[in-house]
């Protein structure tokens, strides 16, 4: 079993590039970790994990 308790309070920051399904599967990764306790930040705003979607 994982602890997903360790997620809480994590930040995380998105960038995008490529289609429309990029973009997709973008808010789903972002719903996804939302979910485990992630929150998302804008660009330029201090992350603990950021995602790069190509």
Known sequence: ????TIFNNKKVVFH???C?????ETSAIGKQL???GFTKVRHGEQA???I???
């Open 52 to 54: 790069i979607n190509t």
């Open 16 to 18: 995008t590039l490529g």
């Open 34 to 36: 939302e979910e485990e």
């Open 48 to 50: 603990d994990i950021c």
């Open 20 to 24: 429309k399904l990029n973009f997709a």
């Open 1 to 4: 079993m994982i602890d997903n």
